[in-house]
């Protein structure tokens, strides 16, 4: 099984660890490598730039991690679960030994669980991998590189179809980050969840909600190690029932993919 996170706007800056280390991030690949190494110079030549907040689209607030970016290459590391931090990432409430990740430094192939964040930066990082904070969204547009979304595409695409193939894949990302990688052509199971709330009788996406309830199934699926099946999924799906207001979850046939629909009061 195949889980993909979205990762967080704020993160943990690593205090001590190995160093960062672009080589050392899972999966590995020469494609990864090289279009991580572009974005990356793209990124700290671009935080040198006065207009720099306007590019990264973020506010006057933000300034200071906008500069911490320049800083990148010579900072420590830390397993990317410690580094992002906000509401899915807190629901998850992961600790150390939950999830082990790849066992080797040159292994593309997780048999069994494997978690991964989509990165702008990075562009997809399993959940164990040493990273440290930045400040970068997939929506933003670099100079020299283009929409981030559009540059990943082609060099995710052989890496995750590969990483899914004959998989289940269980999406929990936001609308900017599946673009990098939509996953609607490959062989494999993609399962979006989908997070409700039930008013007046009618369902009504609930975005802050949904990462809330995204993250919750996180951690089952880390804690339960279920088999990589549909009804797998569903069974550590059900635990959630009586979890913080949440009622049902189904399991939803759509026309190119399935969602798993969580549904609270």
Not at 109 to 132: E, H, K, M
Not at 145 to 168: E, I, S
Not at 216 to 228: W, Y
Not at 241 to 261: A, H, M, P, Y
Request: some cysteine; overall charge negative.
């Amino acid at each position: 099984m195949l889980v993909l996170l979205p990762p967080s706007e704020t993160k943990h800056r690593p205090e001590s660890g190995p160093h960062f280390d672009l080589s050392r991030i899972h999966p590995v690949s020469e494609d990864l490598a090289r279009t991580r190494e572009e974005i990356l110079t793209a990124l700290i030549e671009t935080s040198a730039r006065p207009d720099a907040l306007e590019i990264l689209k973020v506010g006057k607030s933000l300034e200071e991690q906008v500069r911490a970016n320049l800083s990148i290459e010579t900072r420590v590391s830390a397993p990317a679960w410690q580094v992002y931090t906000g509401v899915l990432y807190d629901a998850a409430q992961l600790s150390e030994g939950d999830y082990q990740g790849p066992a080797g430094a040159q292994q593309n192939d997780q048999t069994g669980l494997r978690v991964c964040v989509q990165s702008a930066l990075l562009g997809i990082v399993d959940l164990n991998a040493p990273i440290t904070d930045y400040r970068l969204s997939m929506d933003v547009t670099l100079p020299g590189v283009g929409r981030l979304a559009t540059r990943w595409r082609p060099t995710l695409k052989p890496v995750m179809d590969q990483m899914a193939h004959h998989d289940v894949v269980v999406d929990c990302r936001s609308g900017a980050y599946a673009a990098a990688w939509p996953g609607l052509d490959g062989e494999h199971e993609l399962v979006k969840v989908k997070a409700v709330r039930i008013k007046d009788g009618r369902r009504r996406v609930v975005s802050h909600w949904a990462k809330r309830f995204r993250g919750l199934l996180t951690g089952e699926i880390i804690r339960n190690q279920p088999d990589s099946n549909l009804a797998a999924l569903f069974d550590v799906a059900q635990n959630l029932v009586g979890k913080e207001g949440i009622e049902r979850v189904d399991l939803v046939e759509g026309t190119r993919n399935f969602e798993l629909v969580i549904e609270a009061q």
